[in-house]
């Protein structure tokens, strides 16, 4: 295993959706929709990321930092871009995400978007709660990211090749920018409490919102009859490789609550960057910029 640093830069990455199938896990919808709700979550949730960092970047007194700050906001634009890409793709194959999306929107522009706050220490409080929240969330983005990378079930049961892209192209650039917002959730403030308290926010956040998602999915979906989610359905995959476990999870959660955590100890750059000199995306992309220069 090795984590040398890497210089943070976004890949313009394109992808073309024409030949996913609606259920782009064979024959399993509820996994299909239970991934699926990255969709989701991941455009408004990234662009607020973005929102969020652009307005801490005058408080950082770290070069290096400041300039992975900057390239971790040039992935995380991207990301939100993919993901939202999907979108018109679903509404084509009779998914209507909007009722759902619109929900998630409100979400993260008005319930964590700024408030109108005086300049001063409740503007303050209020911009580091949110980065906290963010090294929290990128605790999870750091851990499906490196499920997806090792996911090989899913390779097996025959995923579209594109989704499959899509999900690690992504995941390796979430291992690759896992300490970001952790370090500067740290050099900011990195009051213990404050972690904690974040945590536990981003946490039942995720949950609710992902098994939400999932059912929204599987009770729209065009082709079921009666489609549902459950959590029984979920430690199914879990066991089966196709979703991450449970087990894995839970375990997750001391790791970031113990006072040693860094993400380093989470998944292998070396193994991401791998993955990124082998993307189809993530070849075209560069092979683009080069012919671009
Ligand atoms: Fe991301
Ligand atoms: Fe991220």
Redesign the pocket.
Known sequence: MSNKRVTLKARQVSFAWDDTPLHWLPDDPFTTHTINVLHLL?PAG?RWFVHVYKQVLPFIRDDRLREDVIGFIG??AM?SQAHDEVLPHLREQGLDPTPYTAQVDWFFEKLLGDRTLPPGRARQWWLMERVALIAAIEHY?AFLGNWVLNADELDRRGADPTMLDLLRW?GA??VEHRSVAFELFMHLDGGYRRRARTWATAFTALIFLWQRGARFFMENDPTLLDGKASFKAFYRGGKEGVLPSTGDMLRSIPRYLSRGYHPEQEGDTEQAVAYLATSPAATAAEAREGAAR
């Open positions: 991941l990234e992935q995380e990301h983005t992504h650039e979430e």
